[in-house]
């Protein structure tokens, strides 16, 4: 690690004008991702601006019908919280299946989506769920929000406060673990909501992507049969020691398929 | 008192491991300490142009900067291979120098080229970036198979071959092979792995100039094997100056028995500073890359057999990648830790084995739990099974034809060892029973209405521990005897302290060495300490590596346990006023022979540090020492049969039952020795399904530097083994046991491969078998029946 200095400021107005005020600030949310690759010597932010020390950031709520995610919520929490688990299992079943607990207990929704690894799991959530990501600034919703590889539509300087899910009929996901960082391989959301099915696929490619022809398919008919013969193009997905684009385009079948059945 | 002996107790150690109270060596913090960093190579091949320095230097908090140059100006030697290997041709193999900072060319990424120390860690990291080393890049060659022929590592070594070796008589084997009815054959890679010891390795050097006297906190699993090389090869100091404390210790598998690098470099280091200690810790992405590695063998094998299934000769080829330089025993892993395993548990009257040892721009390679063991087990039990389906002969029942039998011990192999005892038979039919092999079918027949593919695999393992008779490796090129050394004191109040050459860092020794001796003298193993990884406080030892702590240590123990009672009968004998012949000893009491005249040995002990009426002829102190040298191998076995369940869908192995049989003789706390086994086989899953090191073929860069690539086995990659134990005890040495800490890691692979094999009817499949694999098997092999 190289040196850098701290902050830990109590209001976001506050986190926002640091940041505002040195490029070369860096947010630190869980840490889960920055601090190793401070370690490694591959980043070397001059400040960092830890935002627990922001009461609003944190936490899970219900509001008009829709279940509100504050950025610095852990995915621990996430996973337990019985609202969730009851108005969105998908959610929870997804929060619970990153990383390992130590890495669920630090690592939060903001730096997730802030940070948009292809092979993260909540953009699959927030994607596929169609949810609201609010920042300091703005509303931007999810099919705005992931641009590309580590890409988001967010500006510089510009923080996530909260996420907003809307509550669907029904939701799963289904993941294919890379065995050894447990990562998604191939991470598939489906969920029934009252403007029609919505099928995010992560891990697969460069970005959370959505595939309109199976949300079609289950729209008419919402089983895995449904869309069992539905193959998506393997060209521009990831290959690596893992998996090669191909055996990916395949999962991405198997586990939307397996996604619709565990939606029941 | 309590029995200990063959009792599940909790391990002792376990109290300071599990509160976080253990000591290990960065635990450690000297006076006027300084951290060192290693500048490693980012090249996997290149000539070293020139290293500046002198901004590192500059930099804040640096105390000093050191090169390969600084070294041999210094007179510093080369890390030496500990075990000569002679070649097809007679010649001793290639053994080019191994520095320990580079000094003209680097050889694989992770080399190291300098030592920057500073007052503090990140100091140090610091400074260490601004070392600048001009390279001249160079062609690499990291792959086995194209060794032979890539760009050359060594000048000493054309093609890249460190020797081409071979073992058994080639001639009768071609014999064998003449007459056949059938031949079967398989073609096979043993990947390469990383050791991955939970507690990298770590070192303090540090130089006592008012005495002249050294001492290094290691991370080792041999504390005076490491003195020894240490001041003998490389840095040339008198052993009597020098102290080696190995703590506790956070896993080895092998990769903590070598001198390496750093820990010289720090030894050095720390005189070249007048005394200040100088520590290093390894991060765990140069334990990655500069840890030993383990295996990486490719291979094709062979079998001759009669129309009935029986063996008649073996033919092995394999190239053996040893990585850029030597390590201290590398050269003896696929030789006569491999080679001589290739009989396995059959009969095959004619073996012959022929194993080319490469140099590869690669992290070099040695033992690794197993150690050449593991391989030789996956080539037989991998070619038995071909044999078997090739042949349509049960794969239970063609291994019952050809096995050893209990009535032809000792039974001596084509390939140099002699066998001293083993029930193969006995192993095979519990294993049978326990896995429920007569409703296999059935179950597969489940699996496939469920739409899973069901394999069943078989390994029949033995190998050759308790390293090792003195006389015999001596006379296979080594350059050390395999004994180990005791120390059993009593202390006035008795209590008592072993000392033992073995070291422990992992294994339980602190238990099972003091139920041994409580056992020994009818005490609580709670009154028995046992005291390892320190020079300066335990006679010259071997160490802890090969399954021999128990088997050799062990017995060394027990040896120093019985020359205790022999002096304690002196004393006994002086104070009941008896003669020495007529004392019996019996669980912690000395008696007069058909009397009822005693003394507890607690009292003997007193007296024996109170002798204010001793006799000119009886010594005081209850203290005596004992080195034992083992008569021949241990020769631990068993038969391990793994049930899988592959989704042909996704690829994935499911491990539905696993059971193992094993035989490692006398067992002292049979929950060590399942602990053991449970963690062996871990391992060896891991090595079939899911680990494996990558290098880049192009770059040389090393891919699975971290656990993001490198895929380590988790607790819910593995089923609830089920373990079962014969016991035939070992015949030559007084524990009766074998060793235990390997077997799991010998066995699991070929057991593995031979289920997922069966599961997916080819053999076309090599380790690891990730998912991408298996899936794209399981679709060649579905792709008619889904048209
Ligand atoms: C071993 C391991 C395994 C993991 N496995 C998984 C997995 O299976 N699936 C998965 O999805 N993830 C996984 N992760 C990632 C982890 O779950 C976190 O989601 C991720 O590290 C980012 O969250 P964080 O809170 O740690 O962010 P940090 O590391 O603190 O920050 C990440 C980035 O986001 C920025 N940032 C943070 N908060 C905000 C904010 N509110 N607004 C704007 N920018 C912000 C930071 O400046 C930084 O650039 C794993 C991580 C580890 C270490």
């Not at chain 1, 641009?147 to 510089?156: H, I, M, N």
């Not at chain 2, 000297?30 to 190579?41: E, I, L, N, P, T």
């Not at chain 2, 000093?64 to 510093?76: S, Y």
Request: charged letters at 25%; glycine letters at 10%.
């Amino acid at each position: 690690m190289y040196q850098f200095d701290y902050h830990r400021p109590t209001s976001l107005d506050e986190a926002a004008q640091i940041l505002s005020q040195d490029d070369e600030a860096s947010l630190l949310a869980g840490g889960q991702t920055l601090l190793p690759t401070m370690k490694q010597r591959l980043a070397a932010p001059s400040q960092l601006v830890d935002l627990s020390g922001i009461a609003e950031l944190k936490g899970v709520r219900e509001d008009s019908g829709q279940i509100i995610v504050g950025a610095m919520t852990p995915h621990d929490t996430v996973a337990n919280d019985k609202t969730v688990q009851a108005k969105i299992p998908g959610l929870a079943h997804l929060a619970g299946e990153i990383g390992d607990p130590q890495v669920r207990n630090r690592g939060t929704i903001g730096g997730s989506l802030a940070n948009n690894d292809p092979a993260s799991d909540y953009p699959g959530a927030v994607l596929g769920l169609g949810a609201t990501v609010r920042t300091n600034k703005r509303e931007i919703p999810a099919d705005d929000f992931f641009l590309g590889l580590f890409e988001t539509a967010l500006d510089e300087g510009e923080l996530i406060k909260e996420v907003a899910f809307p509550v669907p009929k029904k939701s799963a996901y289904a993941k294919f673990h890379n065995p050894a960082s447990r990562y998604a391989i191939v991470g598939a959301f489906v969920a029934s909501t009252e403007q029609g099915v919505r099928v995010a696929i992560t891990g697969a490619g460069p970005c959370v992507f959505r595939v309109p022809e199976m949300e079609q398919a289950l729209n008419s008919n919402w089983s895995a049969d449904a869309i069992k013969d539905i193959k998506v193009a393997a060209d521009d997905f990831n290959t690596d020691l893992h998996a090669s684009a191909d055996y990916r385009a395949h999962l991405v079948t198997v586990m939307a398929k397996r996604a619709v059945q565990a939606a029941g | 008192m309590p029995d200990t002996g063959a009792q599940r107790v909790l391990r002792k150690e376990d109290n300071r491991f599990l509160t976080g109270r253990g000591r290990y060596t960065d635990d450690f913090n000297r006076q006027g300490q300084a951290y060192g960093v290693f500048v490693r190579s980012e090249m996997a091949h290149a000539k070293i142009k020139s290293v500046d320095t002198s901004q590192a230097e500059q930099a804040p908090g640096v105390v000093a900067v050191f090169t390969g140059k600084d070294m041999e100006a210094d007179g510093v030697g080369s890390l030496p291979c500990g075990w000569t290997v002679t070649d097809r041709h007679g010649n001793p193999h290639k053994a080019p120098p191994h520095w320990p900072l580079a000094r003209d060319k680097v050889r694989y990424v992770g080399d190291q080229v300098a030592f920057v120390i500073a007052e503090t860690d990140a100091q140090a990291r610091d400074a260490a970036e601004l070392v600048a080393v001009d390279y001249e890049p160079l062609d690499a060659v990291v792959e086995t198979g194209k060794a032979l022929n890539g760009p050359q590592v060594h000048e000493e070594a054309p093609d890249n071959l460190c020797f081409d070796w071979e073992i058994g008589d080639k001639q009768a084997t071609d014999d064998a092979f003449a007459k056949a009815d059938h031949v079967s054959k398989v073609e096979l890679v043993n990947n390469r792995l990383v050791p991955n010891a939970i507690e990298p390795r770590a070192a303090i050097g540090e130089y006592d100039p008012g005495g002249d006297e050294y001492t290094l906190y290691s991370t080792s699993q041999n504390p005076h094997l490491l003195r020894l090389i240490l001041c003998a090869f490389v840095l040339n100091l008198p052993e009597h100056k020098v102290r080696v404390v190995a703590p506790d210790v956070g896993g080895g598998f092998g990769s903590k028995i070598y001198c390496y690098a750093e820990e010289t470099t720090c030894v050095w280091a720390s005189k070249k500073l007048d005394g200040r200690p100088v520590k290093w810790v390894a991060t765990r992405t140069e334990a990655f890359q500069a840890d030993a590695h383990g295996r990486d063998h490719i291979t094709t094998a062979e079998m001759a057999l009669d129309k009935d299934g029986k063996f008649l000769g073996m033919r092995v080829d394999t190239i053996a990648n040893l990585g850029a330089y030597l390590s201290n025993f590398s050269t003896a892993v696929p030789t006569y830790l491999y080679g001589t395993l290739l009989a396995g548990q059959y009969k095959t009257p004619a073996i012959h084995g022929n194993v080319k040892a490469v140099f590869t721009n690669t992290a070099p390679v040695d033992a690794y739990r197993g150690a050449g063991r593991p391989e030789a087990t996956y080539v037989v039990e991998r070619l038995v099974e071909r044999c078997a389906r090739d042949l349509n002969i049960d794969p239970a029942e063609i291994r019952r034809r050809n096995f050893v039998q209990p009535d032809e011990f000792p039974y001596q192999t084509p390939v140099a060892l002699t066998y001293d005892s083993g029930q193969y038979e006995l192993a095979l039919d519990e294993a049978l029973k326990m896995i429920d092999y007569r409703n296999f079918a059935q179950r597969r027949q489940e699996s496939e209405r469920r739409g899973k593919l069901r394999g069943i695999g078989f390994s029949a393992y033995i190998e050759a521990c308790g390293i090792a008779p003195s006389q015999v490796v001596g006379a296979l090129g080594a350059g050390v005897g395999l004994w180990e050394s005791a120390q059993v004191r009593f202390n006035a109040t008795g209590s008592i302290s072993v000392f033992t050459g073995s070291h422990s860092h992992g294994q339980g020794h602190e238990t099972t060495f003091a139920q041994m001796v409580a056992d020994k003298f009818g005490t609580d193993y709670n009154n028995v300490d046992i005291v390892h990884g320190d020079t300066g406080r335990i006679p010259m030892g071997m160490g802890t590596y090969g399954s021999r702590s128990l088997a050799v240590g062990g017995s060394a123990i027990l040896r120093a346990c019985d020359k205790v009672v022999e002096k304690g009968k002196k004393i006994a004998a002086h104070m009941l006023e008896a003669s020495v012949d007529d004392i019996e000893f019996d669980q912690g009491t000395f008696r007069v022979a058909g009397t009822d005249k005693q003394k507890s040995i607690g009292e003997i002990a007193f007296a024996a540090y109170v002798p204010h009426d001793f006799p000119q002829d009886v010594e005081p102190g209850l203290d005596e020492t004992a080195f034992y040298d083992p008569a021949n191998f241990t020769y631990p076995s068993g038969v391990h049969i793994a049930e899988v369940e592959i989704d042909p869908d996704t690829g994935e192995t499911q491990i539905a039952d696993w059971v193992a049989v094993d035989d490692f003789g006398r067992v002292i706390n049979p929950m060590i020795v399942e602990g053991q086994v449970h963690g062996g086989i871990a391992q060896g899953v891991g090595q079939a399904l899911l680990e494996n090191t990558v290098y880049d073929p192009d770059s040389g860069q090393l891919v699975t530097g971290s656990y993001q690539d490198y895929t380590m086995p988790r607790a819910d990659d593995l089923p609830s083994f089920r373990v079962g134990m014969t016991e035939t005890p070992c015949p030559h040495n007084p524990v009766g046991a074998k060793g235990c800490g390997e077997a799991g890691a010998i066995a699991a692979p070929a057991a593995l491969m031979n289920a997922i094999t069966d599961a997916l009817g080819t053999e076309d499949i090599q380790m690891p078998a990730t998912r991408e694999k298996v899936w794209r098997v399981a679709q060649q092999r579905l792709a008619p029946a889904a048209e």
